[in-house]
């Protein structure tokens, strides 16, 4: 997984599986889009205008949290 946020474009971009082909994309939400795989599977996240939504957006912090599967 890889998470980002890009200043120009004011958006976080959350990758769950790098290298798949995005067959689909929807905008679930007003500014929230989520892109598929051929198999409807989730590939990664978009949220737009991130700034508004999130505080604080440049200083983004994740934690892997538990066991893996």
């Known amino acids: ?3 980002s ?3 120009h ?3 976080v971009s959350i990758v769950f599986r790098p290298g798949v082909v ?3 994309s929807e905008e679930i939400r007003p500014g929230i ?4 795989d051929d198999g409807g ?3 990664s ?9 999130i505080p604080q957006v ?3 912090e994740f934690d892997a949290v538990g066991r893996a599967p």
């Open 58 to 60: 440049d200083r983004m």
């Open 45 to 53: 996240l978009e949220i737009l205008d991130a700034s508004r939504v």
């Open 22 to 24: 995005v067959e689909n």
């Open 33 to 36: 889009v989520m892109d598929f």
């Open 5 to 7: 946020y890009d200043r």
């Open 1 to 3: 997984m890889k998470a």
């Open 41 to 43: 599977r989730v590939v």
């Open 9 to 11: 474009t004011d958006t």
